[in-house]
């Protein structure tokens, strides 16, 4: 089992900026980390995913330049950074564990653990 807890969400005005923690514990080792996010009335979307070792990550094209992801030494713990936030990224976002080893993927389909969400806001 792997458990996820996300944090850093809030309310931030255009332009600004946050950073979201993802933090798992349990069976983790070589699973990959997905970011997703879901505005109220829409599909979860793909945002962002880091390898085990950090060494493959992709992004939508949504948010490429703009945010960052990048994990820890420790492994357990993944950061997104976010950037040039626009009033179009207000969702609430998730990060969600893959299966060992796997492929870094954007389909909420190959991600077996998900994190409880956190809201972020942008006003414009």
């Known amino acids: 089992q792997v458990q996820l807890v996300e944090s850093g969400g809030g309310l931030v005005q255009a332009g600004g900026s946050l950073r979201l923690s993802c933090t798992a514990s349990?069976?983790?080792?070589?699973?990959?980390t997905g970011w997703f996010r879901q505005a109220p009335g829409k599909e979860r979307e793909f945002v962002a995913a880091i390898a085990w070792n950090g060494g493959n990550i992709r992004y939508d094209d949504s948010v490429k330049g703009r945010f960052t992801t990048s994990r820890a030494s420790s492994k357990n713990t993944v950061f997104l950074q976010m950037n040039s936030l626009k009033p179009e990224d207000t969702a609430v976002y998730y990060c969600?564990?893959?299966?060992?080893?796997?492929?870094?993927?954007?389909?909420?389909?190959?991600?077996?653990?998900w994190g409880q969400g956190t809201q972020v806001t942008v006003s414009s």
């Open positions: 349990g069976r983790t080792l070589g699973s990959p």
């Open positions: 969600a564990a893959g299966r060992p080893f796997m492929a870094v993927g954007s389909l909420p389909s190959l991600y077996d653990y």
